[in-house]
């Protein structure tokens, strides 16, 4: 088959595999994050009339450049175009991609490329929703080309600053920006060193340079650290909170009973807190970085919340075969992408519970490393004429391709976008299918006062679809329902908070009060729920309860 063909086969797939995304798109938010941050936060700075501190919102503390752009669809009455928004973002990348690999591959590795990157699980699965990490992978891979011709351009500034402010643009949409911004400020010293103009630019030289990418990208992400530090005095808030507003002193250094995930993991760390939830051995720990490219499962903690495809793996390792036959350039690239998948990898590793979103960044440096290593196993097969292992590697690279299709064809199982396109299913009825607590949502939007207060118990901070003012209940249960002495202090406690109703969880607020409360403090509730909670609504394990003095 000529290259041509294989071309406008890859074009072909590439029109199916990008109207597929927007088919899959054109559905009402129903992913957790859409829900508890990225469209809920603004469209409370809508509701309010600007950007306002949420204190019972931890997320509405995190950078939000890509955010703040969903906030104009959102004035509209559009809460499907974000997920365009952030789409459009794996566009931009798929070009810097295509833009990269024409220059060092040919138009047909640069088609593979796009259409292996664009297909990738993880990318079709952001693709559809209303995220940020989109936008941090274009923006670090964009910082990271700069990085590359700003050493092989004759060390332009102009280059370093640009690298600088994509750099400051990735934290500004996300924090694990930061660890881009990291890395490029250490290779940009050590790049300068190995082929400054002098051959031995000596020491401040190199460094200056490191300080003048570091310096724009601070700049750049700076109103955001500026906002954090104006509200917690913390400006990379929530994070290292406790290095910037110490606790007062404790020798208790256990996790509080009924803590987060990340309190856990900051208690016990990451291997003990993955042994403990997960019951992993350290065999099955020591593989993560290689488990993480073939278990993926969205929405699967434990397995890594989202899928890759195993020839991530595989194909970048023959981008260093044979690295003696090619120039020295493309072998310094190389090596700097290498050092940024491993370090940022490393990164994740030791650091966070490890999910597939948030080692984001190196995916495209790595279907770059795919890319040449598919065409160096190509020019070494090719070279000696065997014509039944090219058409190995022509089956290997199209079974990576239908990896890829198989999620995709999986998605339109699961997010059924035709029912609601054609008009099949209504807005609310798609919503109540796909979300289990909206029909609860929509009796309070539907019957409760305009001036009502909820709080929501054991919802893991969905309130997008809320229309009344409403806040999260779990930070409140222990002060309310572990603390109090009777069933009239707990409905005093929530009166002086201002809540009018309650919408909780059933099955996990039974769980925690099984878990929490003794058995004196448990008996209080009865009464709670009898003289002062009135259940007005209830569906599928979701009540929605009115206070006040019912026996009056």
């Given at each position: ?5 294989l ?9 199916l ?32 009339g600007?950007?306002y501190?949420i204190p019972?919102?931890?997320f509405?503390?995190?950078?939000m450049?890509?955010d703040?752009?969903?906030v104009i ?12 928004i ?5 566009l ?7 833009g990269y ?16 990157f ?8 952001l693709?559809?929703?209303a ?5 941090v992978?274009?923006f ?6 700069f990085?590359?011709?700003?050493s ?11 690298s600088?402010?994509m ?5 500004g949409?996300?924090y ?7 890395l ?8 300068y060193?190995?082929?400054?103009n ?28 500026i906002r954090?530090?104006?509200?917690t005095k913390?400006?990379?808030y ?7 507003n110490?606790p ?6 256990s ?10 993991r ?11 939830i997960?019951?992993e ?6 593989l ?6 073939f278990?993926?499962k969205?929405?699967s903690?434990?397995?890594?919340d ?10 970048p390792?023959?981008?260093f075969?044979r690295?003696?036959?090619?120039k ?21 590793f030791?650091?966070i ?12 440096v ?9 065409k160096n ?11 039944i ?5 022509g ?9 890829n299709?198989?999620y995709?064809?999986d998605q339109?199982?699961?997010?059924e ?8 299913v ?8 796909h979300?289990?607590?909206?029909a609860?949502?929509r009796?309070i ?8 207060k909820?709080?929501?118990v ?5 309130g997008y ?23 009239q202090?707990m409905?005093?406690?929530?009166k002086?908070?201002g ?8 099955p996990?607020?039974?769980r925690?009060?099984s878990s929490?409360l003794e058995?004196?403090?448990?008996k ?8 002062y909670a ?6 599928k394990?979701?009540s ?9």
């Open positions: 088959m000529s290259k041509r063909s071309s406008i086969i890859l074009l072909v797939f590439l029109s595999l990008i109207a597929s995304i927007v088919v899959l798109s054109c559905v009402p938010p129903v992913a957790k994050d859409e829900l508890v941050h990225h469209l809920a936060v603004p469209k409370l700075y809508l509701k309010h600007g950007v501190e019972f919102m931890p509405s503390y995190y950078p450049n890509l703040l752009l969903y669809p959102l004035y509209f009455g559009n809460d499907i175009v974000p997920k365009f952030h789409f459009s973002f794996a931009f990348t798929a070009g810097l991609l295509f690999l024409k220059m060092r591959t040919g138009v047909g590795y640069a088609l593979f490329g796009v259409v292996f664009l297909s990738t699980p993880i990318i079709v699965k693709s559809t929703s995220y940020v990490d989109l936008g992978l274009f670090s891979f964009a910082a990271l080309l990085l590359l011709k700003w092989e351009g004759g060390f332009k500034s102009k280059f370093l600053v640009f600088g402010v750099a400051g643009l990735a934290m949409t996300k694990n920006g930061m660890v881009t911004t990291v490029l400020a250490l290779f940009v010293p050590i790049l060193a190995r082929k400054g002098a051959g031995r630019p000596g020491v401040l030289k190199p460094i200056s340079q490191g300080f003048i990418f570091f310096t724009v990208a601070l700049l750049v992400f700076s109103p955001w650290m954090n530090f104006h509200w913390n400006p990379i929530p994070l290292y909170n406790h290095q910037f110490p007062a002193p404790s020798r208790d250094f996790a509080p009973e009924g803590a987060s995930e990340e309190e856990l900051g208690a016990y760390g990451i291997f003990n807190y993955r042994k403990m997960y019951g051995t350290g065999w099955q720990m020591a993560l970085p290689l488990r993480v490219f278990e993926g969205d929405g903690p434990k397995y890594f989202g899928k890759l495809n195993p020839f991530l793996l595989f194909l390792v023959l981008a075969w690295m003696r036959e090619e020295e350039k493309m072998r310094r690239e190389k090596r700097v992408m290498l050092a940024f998948v491993v370090l940022f990898f490393a990164v994740a030791f650091t519970d490890l999910r597939i979103r948030y080692i984001g960044p190196i995916i495209p790595l279907v770059v490393l795919s890319a040449v290593g598919a196993l190509y020019r070494a097969i090719a070279k000696k004429g065997n014509r292992a090219l058409g190995l590697l089956i290997g690279l199209t079974s990576a391709l239908a990896y299709a198989d995709v064809i339109f199982k699961k997010v976008p035709l029912e609601y396109i054609t008009g099949k209504s807005r609310d009825g798609y919503l109540e299918k979300r289990p607590e909206y609860a949502m009796f939007n539907t019957y409760l006062p305009q001036d009502s909820v709080m929501m054991f919802l893991g901070g969905r679809y809320c229309e009344r003012s409403y806040v999260h209940g779990e930070e409140a249960l222990d002060s309310v329902f572990l603390n109090s002495n009777d069933a202090q409905h005093s406690k929530l002086n908070m809540i009018t109703h309650l919408l909780i969880y059933e996990l607020f039974g925690w009060v929490n058995e004196e403090a448990e209080s509730l009865k009464p709670f729920f009898l003289n009135k259940l007005v609504y209830y569906h394990g979701f929605v309860f009115a206070l006040g003095n019912v026996s009056s």
